[in-house]
């Protein structure tokens, strides 16, 4: 029997979190990065993370095809499909990811 591969904690969880809180810093800063990166090292990290977000997505709609979504959202969707457990151990950096980005995203609004 073929083990199914699974993303994990940092591949499923932190890394597109991260993405999402540091997504507005980024494109608000994009000429500051430019700058100080270069063009193609900036094209590079795009990439990476367009190619993340989009996988993240992938995987969220295969979760989400056959169910109807409850209040919980992003939760709901987790603990009905994988579980209780696995629910928690999401749902529990996806509320600290959310709580941070409000940070973030204050930080963007006043920058631009």
């Not at 810093?25 to 990439?47: A, D, E, P, Q, S």
Request: hydrophobic letters at 45%; aromatic letters at 12%; one cysteine or more.
């Amino acid at each position: 029997m073929e083990k199914q591969h699974k993303f994990g904690t940092f591949l499923g969880v932190y890394l597109p979190s991260i993405l999402t809180i540091l997504g507005l810093i980024m494109y608000l800063r994009f000429g500051w990065v430019v700058g100080n990166v270069g063009l193609y090292k900036t094209m590079l990290i795009v990439l990476m993370a367009s190619s993340i977000t989009f996988i993240t997505g992938l995987s969220a709609s295969a979760i989400a095809t056959n169910i109807k979504v409850g209040v919980g959202g992003e939760y709901y969707l987790i603990s009905r499909s994988l579980g209780l457990e696995p629910g928690g151990a999401i749902g529990i950096p996806l509320y600290l990811c959310r709580t941070l980005s409000v940070t973030f995203y204050s930080y963007g609004l006043a920058e631009a």
